[in-house]
């Protein structure tokens, strides 16, 4: 299975990204950084300038079969980034029909990260509705956190 991890941390070079690391070396997977692209608020119009990249972002995730997404625990909740973007596939459900029917089983999977080993149920929950209401398989939840340097995984 092609695998493409999306980190979507504030932080380019924090916890997430070793984590991040971590996981995709154990799975065999290509990452990608959501820092490294401007994607613009969700508009209800579905007008974009230029320099909005949702759309060739997307486009590169299609590639792959399972998509992980890679966030920060930001109170109880995905990184504000990640939010953004999750709120972007709403035009995948407006003007970019075509493009939002090619998620279509594709495998949506989940890596948490925080300062410990623990994490609210709840903040899979976005994630979960999101992947059966696109039709997307649910994957995997992996939880990790990094203590005294070491990447630990749950």
């Known amino acids: 299975m092609k695998t493409i991890i999306l980190q979507a941390s504030a ?3 924090g916890n997430t990204a070793e984590v991040v690391r971590a996981l ?8 990608v950084d959501l820092l490294d692209f401007h994607v613009l608020p969700f508009s209800y119009e579905q007008e974009y ?3 909005d990249d949702f759309l060739r972002l997307i486009n590169g995730l299609l590639r792959y079969d399972q998509i992980v997404f890679a966030s920060p625990v930001y109170w109880y909740a995905m990184s504000g980034p990640l939010k953004i973007f999750f709120d972007r596939l709403s035009d995948l459900l407006k003007s970019q029909k075509p493009t939002g029917r090619k998620l279509r089983g594709k495998q949506m999977s989940v890596l948490s990260c925080s300062d410990d080993d623990t994490v609210n149920d709840s903040f899979y929950a976005a994630f979960r509705l999101s992947a059966e209401y696109l039709g997307m398989t649910y994957g995997f939840e992996r939880h990790a956190w990094v203590q005294d340097g070491d990447v630990h995984f749950r």
Do not use: G, H, K, W
Request: glycine fraction near 0%; proline fraction near 7%; hydrophobic fraction near 45%.
């Open 49 to 51: 300038p230029a320099e």
């Open 11 to 13: 932080r380019a070079e």
């Open 24 to 31: 995709a070396r154990e799975i065999d997977a290509e990452v």
